[in-house]
T-cell receptor, first 110, second 114 residues
């Protein structure tokens, strides 16, 4: 099945730095979701976006639904050690079937 | 809060065994999903279900079957486990019929087939 192009694949940052990651597609999506997965656990939903141009925050996390409906980004401000994990974007093109990015692995040096 | 639970966190089975993975959600969600997650391949949809006794094939249904006898429970069955089915299996659920609602995941079952 189709996958979203998520970048970067991995990030190594210092504690306190801001983080930015994005997902792109050649196709239009009508919903974007951002998940975080910690080792040995299932993905946890962070933010859901439903409208082109929508900008939504959840604490230090901010995500935007691109105006072209073909991309989305996630920013994390002032990173802390518990932000470590793999972040996935996911999107719906039609009903029910969610398409996933391959994930961005975030590592934080204290 | 939505809670999706999976019957086992870790499972070790032998080649040829029949394996049942159980998933239960407590939010009265209509839709349930089974994925497998492998390094470098991301999450791939195996089967999903819109309603009780209904099922649809996902992207990689071969070697798997599912059962949904009750709304809250969705089972994944490996009829004859093989080593290439060693993977992390994730169950998810979502509400409604609009098709674009958030999916909530369980903690996963890490299955090893020897």
């Amino acid at each position: 099945g189709q996958q979203l192009n998520q970048s970067p694949q991995s990030m190594f940052i210092q504690e306190g730095e801001d983080v930015s990651m994005n997902c792109t597609s050649s196709s239009i999506f009508n919903t974007w979701l951002w998940y975080k997965q910690e080792p040995g656990e299932g993905p946890v939903l962070l933010i859901a976006l439903y409208k082109a141009g929508e900008l939504t925050s959840n604490g230090r996390l901010t995500a935007q639904f691109g105006i072209t409906r073909k991309d989305s980004f996630l920013n994390i401000s002032a990173s802390i050690p518990s932000d470590v994990g793999i972040y996935f974007c996911a999107g719906y093109q039609g009903a029910q079937k969610l398409v996933f990015g391959q994930g961005t692995r975030l590592t934080i040096n204290p | 809060d939505v809670k999706v639970t999976q019957s086992s966190r870790y499972l070790v089975k032998r080649t040829g065994e029949k394996v049942f993975l159980e998933c239960v959600q407590d939010m009265d969600h209509e839709n349930m999903f089974w994925y497998r997650q492998d390094p470098g391949l991301g999450l791939r949809l195996i089967y999903f279900s819109y309603d009780v006794k209904m099922k649809e094939k996902g992207d990689i249904p071969e070697g798997y079957s599912v059962s949904r006898e009750k709304k809250e429970r969705f089972s994944l069955i490996l009829e004859s486990a093989s080593t290439n089915q060693t993977s992390m299996y994730l169950c998810a659920s979502s509400s409604g019929t609009s098709g674009s609602n958030e999916q909530f995941f369980g903690p996963g079952t890490r299955l090893t087939v020897l």
